[in-house]
């Protein structure tokens, strides 16, 4: 088992910038394929980022040249830095963990992650 804790969002103006952490606990941090997922209100949670335990790295096409995924094996923590923030953004941004073993090609599906952090809200104002 894995548990995952969330930190680092906020309030920021359009065209800010915010890096969100989430620490992980339990099992070795290296087992695992690190996402990104966020959730609107109102809307449906939707893939943003995900890394690969080798440091292989996806995006959705909204964020790409804009958020950047990053771990740091050695603390246990996985980043999204995301920068030029707009108004969509706004979110609460939850991390998830997904098998090691998962597809690279299915790391955007929600449902090949099997442990969820609590999610932290990021709001972006115009």
């Known amino acids: 088992q894995v548990q995952l804790v969330e930190s680092g969002g906020g309030l920021v103006q359009a065209g800010g910038s915010l890096r969100l952490s989430c620490a992980a606990s339990?099992?070795?941090?290296?087992?695992?394929?690190m996402g990104w997922f966020r959730q609107a209100p109102g809307k449906e949670r939707e893939f943003v980022a995900a890394i690969r335990w080798s440091g292989d790295n996806i995006y959705v096409d909204s964020v790409k040249g804009r958020f950047t995924i990053s771990s740091d094996n050695a603390k246990n923590t996985v980043y999204l830095q995301m920068n030029s923030l707009k108004p969509e953004d706004t979110a609460i941004y939850y991390c998830?963990?997904?098998?090691?073993?998962?597809?690279?090609?299915?790391?955007?599906?929600?449902?090949?992650?099997?442990?969820w952090g609590q999610g932290t809200q990021v709001t972006v104002s115009s």
């Open positions: 998830a963990a997904a098998s090691a073993y998962t597809d690279y090609a299915l790391l955007s599906n929600r449902r090949m992650y099997a442990h």
């Open positions: 339990g099992r070795t941090f290296s087992s695992y394929n």
